[in-house]
């Protein structure tokens, strides 16, 4: 069974440009969620959708934002790209909420 | 303040030796997770830990969760070039998100 799917792998964007990343769950699971890793640390939470609803945001601002489809896909935005939103996009799927979570490859994002 | 504090930062053995990595907070846990990411991958789940001093192996890998459920330690005997890679804990927050702590990034050199 394919794991999960994130694509792009590999992104450079200018200042101010918007970026879309897009995420594949594995097959059966209705969760997914983003998560932002900087180089040195550890994943920051973005955010988490559960059957298309959002079920928590974390302390990120208003130009991130995010959608899951009917078929539990899911979509990553950021507009008014900066610098520090240069990271590696994480997207992990799970069966349900607090469930263990399968995490993709990732997007490594850079803004220049 | 970070909610979870990982040390040693960085750590560089040599292949055969014994480790322990330390994950530490002053906020009390129902679970607490360790995961391993390698260079280029996402996070690769290696064990929860639910019960005060409850001690999980995984081959050479040893677990154990504080009796107080604050703090977490993973011991890796006998270290492989294999096992390099960033060792994460994470707790669950309000059962939508995971925190992670900074990581400790272990090299094992043959």
């Known amino acids: 069974d394919a794991g999960v799917t994130q694509s792009p792998t590999h992104l450079i964007k200018t200042r101010g440009q918007h970026v879309t990343l897009r995420c594949s769950p594995i097959?059966?699971?209705?969760?997914v969620s983003w998560y932002q890793q900087v180089l040195g640390q550890g994943p920051q939470f973005i955010f988490q959708?559960?059957?298309?609803?959002?079920?928590g945001r974390g302390n990120f601002p208003d130009r991130f934002s995010a959608r899951q489809f009917p078929n539990y896909s899911s979509e990553l935005n950021v507009n008014a790209l900066l610098l520090g939103d240069s990271a590696l996009y994480l997207c992990a799927s799970s069966r349900g909420a607090g469930l263990e979570l399968f995490f993709g490859s990732g997007t490594q994002l850079s803004v220049l | 303040t970070q909610l979870l504090e990982q040390s040693p930062q960085f750590l560089s053995i040599q292949e055969g030796e014994n480790l322990t990595v330390y994950c530490n907070s002053s906020s009390v846990f129902s679970s607490l997770q360790w995961y391993r990411q390698e260079p280029g991958e996402g996070p690769v789940l290696l064990v929860t830990v639910v019960t005060g001093g409850e001690v999980k192996k995984l081959k050479r890998l040893t677990f154990q969760f504080g009796d107080a459920r604050k703090d977490s330690s993973l011991h890796i005997t006998a270290a492989q070039p294999g096992d390099t890679g960033l060792y994460l804990c994470?707790?669950?927050?309000?059962?939508?998100?995971?925190?992670f702590g900074a990581g400790t990034r272990l090299t094992v050199k043959p």
């Open positions: 959708y559960y059957e298309k609803e959002e079920r």
């Open positions: 994470a707790v669950s927050y309000n059962n939508n998100d995971m925190r």
């Open positions: 097959s059966g699971h209705k969760s």
